[in-house]
């Protein structure tokens, strides 16, 4: 069924959503041969400043995150809007969205749960469902931020593809305190949902659009 999607976006609201939610499932796309794009729409320069840190910081992890998994290079977008500031700022990343939509016409877009708490979360997920309407859309799970999350759909996957998710994950080393970036969290859950569907692992997503 991947094979279908020839050209993925992921819509990543800061650097590391977008490997956390459905990293794994982007290790087996690009086996598949799917051509992937990354979006991120804001690399948190102000609270990195705020801890001490180069401002860049998250700029370079994404980088060297998304290379690892096999991301193209050219294939990264990052954007500059202010962290926790999303609501404010609908129109601008609306325009940014459909500038995408235009330019890569995406058969599938992978985001977060329109039941995301987070501000800036549930903003890429509102606005996504009107930037790509006309597009399959999955929506990727963030498990301590959604308030319903309904796992609607799974994708199988091998243990390279969880390897290749943390390895992507480890990259972030400006993150590495936060409870999420742990192996065995990032395992467990892959085998939580993979137990659903008697496999493995898996990663599980809602079925927010299904275009055949």
Not at 47 to 69: C, D, H, R
Not at 123 to 128: C, D, L, P, R, S
Not at 149 to 172: P, R, S
Request: glycine share 4%; aromatic share 10%.
């Amino acid at each position: 069924m991947l094979k279908l999607f020839k050209k993925v976006l992921v819509l990543a609201p800061h650097t590391d959503d977008g490997e956390i939610g459905c990293g794994g499932t982007i290790s087996k796309l690009l086996e598949k041969k799917s051509e992937v794009f990354y979006v991120a729409f804001s690399s948190a320069k102000e609270s990195l400043k705020q801890k001490g840190l180069n401002e860049n910081t998250l700029i370079q992890e994404v980088k060297v995150a998304t290379q690892s998994l096999g991301i193209k290079k050219k294939n990264l977008i990052i954007f500059d809007h202010k962290l926790r500031f999303f609501t404010s700022l609908r129109q601008e990343i609306l325009e940014d969205m459909i500038n995408l939509k235009n330019k890569l016409k995406p058969d599938l877009v992978l985001m977060p749960s329109l039941s995301d708490i987070h501000q800036d979360h549930i903003t890429i997920a509102q606005e996504g469902l009107r930037a790509f309407k006309n597009s399959t859309i999955l929506a990727y799970e963030l498990i301590w931020n959604n308030l319903n999350f309904h796992n609607t759909m799974f994708v199988k996957l091998e243990k390279k593809n969880i390897k290749a998710k943390w390895d992507a994950l480890k990259k972030y080393k400006s993150q590495k305190t936060r409870s999420y970036m742990n192996e065995e969290f990032i395992y467990s859950l892959a085998r939580s949902r993979g137990v659903q569907i008697g496999t493995k692992y898996a990663e599980s997503f809602e079925v927010i659009r299904w275009v055949i």
